[in-house]
């Protein structure tokens, strides 16, 4: 993704949605092709707020919806509550009609709004080639959101310019082109893996595998939290850190359902190759440090301290006896991003029952 040149200077956005196009093949993956534009929507807000410190203040969805079918007036509604504004535009004159309104925004809005410098475009397989090549020629940030692989030949080599898979947008549950048994396709993460050489990332991914690496998922808050704690100098930002490793492949954001809120959680590519180095190095060093406790604790030749205990037989706990919370405790540790709130009922009293003067009977 384009980064700014000054990550304390916020630059604004707009995401220009081609609807039409993209509903008719989000529909053939999920019944509710709505949401999926929603996950797709709500990502690219956090990402590039996240990596380029860019605030999207618009949000346009271009289609015929009275085309689409009989939920079309629906799809509106739950756009517009959403905060995407719907715009709809009349096949009946033109059947390209979306696609002309679209650009003809795009390009108001390119002269009315000069602060306005990244222009996102999610589309279903239409590339708008001639539309990219003109906001680049005004030196304004452009991002193809599709689900066509030939979007990658677009633009080779602009750092201006940036294909997004689309799916890679998807929370991994909803995503497009999983199997029917719901093993994921690998072709849905279909990223190149890029050297991680700088040397902040690269002590970043150490510390996640250090702290972090026995959980599938890391809570992103907690994650930034323990950067910011270990390397504890200014010139590191954590948020950076993490978008230097996922603009390298080394690992990728995903949002997640919660309550009260939803959260992010980072997920580790371990096909990478850098990944898998910092895993052997980690894992070298956590074993010569066991290796060394085991020597200083060397107790192969000391009578057992109390003999009386080999005789006992091994009592089983019942289930549910060992703290749960323990999961959660030590160096490394997650937050659970859904943490129950107080209860606002006064704890059961604990006094036992008042006796009675009346004797117990025989």
């Not at 993490?242 to 309550?259: C, D, H, Q, Y």
């Not at 200083?296 to 205990?309: H, I, K, M």
Request: glycine share 6%; charged share 25%; aromatic share 8%.
């Amino acid at each position: 993704m384009p980064r700014s040149t000054n990550r304390n200077q916020q630059t604004l956005g707009a995401i220009f949605i081609d609807y039409e196009g993209a509903h008719a093949l989000l529909r053939q993956h999920h019944d509710a092709p709505h949401e999926l534009m929603f996950e797709v929507v709500d990502s690219l807000r956090r990402e590039y707020d996240i990596s380029d410190n860019v605030e999207i203040v618009l949000v346009r969805s271009y289609a015929d919806y009275g085309m689409i079918g009989p939920e079309g007036m629906d799809i509106q509604e739950s756009l517009d509550i959403q905060g995407i504004e719907p715009r709809f535009v009349s096949r009946a004159r033109q059947r390209n009609a979306t696609e002309v309104q679209l650009c003809v925004d795009a390009m108001d809005l390119l002269h009315q709004r000069s602060d306005v410098n990244t222009f996102i475009f999610v589309t279903g397989n239409r590339l708008y080639l001639p539309l990219v090549s003109q906001l680049r020629r005004y030196g304004r940030a452009v991002a193809l959101v599709t689900l066509a692989s030939a979007a990658e030949d677009v633009a080779s080599g602009d750092p201006g310019f940036r294909s997004i898979d689309m799916r890679t947008l998807l929370p991994r549950a909803l995503r497009v082109g999983q199997t029917d048994n719901g093993d994921e396709n690998p072709l849905v993460r279909s990223v190149q893996h890029h050297p991680v050489t700088d040397d902040g990332a690269r002590w970043a991914l150490h510390i996640i595998e250090e702290h972090f690496g026995q959980y599938d998922e890391v809570y992103l808050t907690p994650l930034l939290r323990k950067l910011s704690e270990v390397m504890n100098d200014d010139r590191f930002d954590p948020k950076a850190l993490i978008n230097t490793l996922e603009e390298a492949g080394a690992v990728w954001l995903e949002k997640r359902r919660g309550s009260p809120h939803d959260y992010t959680v980072l997920l580790v590519d371990v096909t990478h190759p850098d990944v898998q180095e910092v895993q052997a190095a980690v894992s070298e060093d956590q074993h010569d440090a066991y290796a060394d406790d085991a020597d200083a604790y060397d107790v192969a030749d000391e009578p057992y301290p109390d003999a009386s205990y080999a005789d006992e037989p091994y009592t089983e706990q019942p289930d549910g006896a060992a703290d749960d919370a323990s999961f959660f405790a030590g160096d490394g540790a997650q937050d659970d991003p859904s943490e129950a709130l107080p209860a606002d009922e006064p704890p059961a009293p604990t006094d036992a029952a008042p006796s009675t003067d009346e004797p117990r009977a025989q």
